[in-house]
């Protein structure tokens, strides 16, 4: 890479190596109809419902406009619906059960996938990248509190 900026630009290689490796498990979950992002979406969801769009948000680090806009499609597809919180101006987000049918249905995809990256990887240096993009989440956010 002739650009030095780019060369030294860690956001940079932070979003190559997370396109290559979305491509990676997007391969894998085609066969299951759904993409690595909504599949994630919809675990997350899963996981936390019923959960606002603001909570959600801040458990991806993402900001609320982004998951409002990849949580749009999960909708009209009815994979997941948004009710009225207890607070009326919260609206909750829930994984419906053909949702759920379409989680079920991608994780053998998903786990060929990480099975795949393991392989590349090597289960230590995944281990050693793990903690080091969750203390780099961890310090960024903290320093930007």
Known sequence: MSDRLLSECALFDIQRAS???????????????????????LRNIAAMQPVSIGRLAEALAMERTSVT???????????????????????????????????????????????ELMDALGSGKWLAMRDSLRSTIRLVRERNA
């Open 19 to 41: 396109r290559v490796v979305a491509s990676l498990y997007n391969s894998h979950l085609r066969d299951a109809g759904i993409t690595i992002a909504q599949w994630s979406l």
């Open 69 to 115: 806009r990849l949580v749009e499609p999960l909708i009209h597809h009815r994979l997941a619906r948004s009710r009225a919180g207890d607070d009326k101006r919260v609206r909750n987000l829930e994984v419906t059960s053909k949702g759920m049918a379409k989680v079920r249905s991608g994780e053998k995809h998903w786990h060929a996938a990480q099975r």
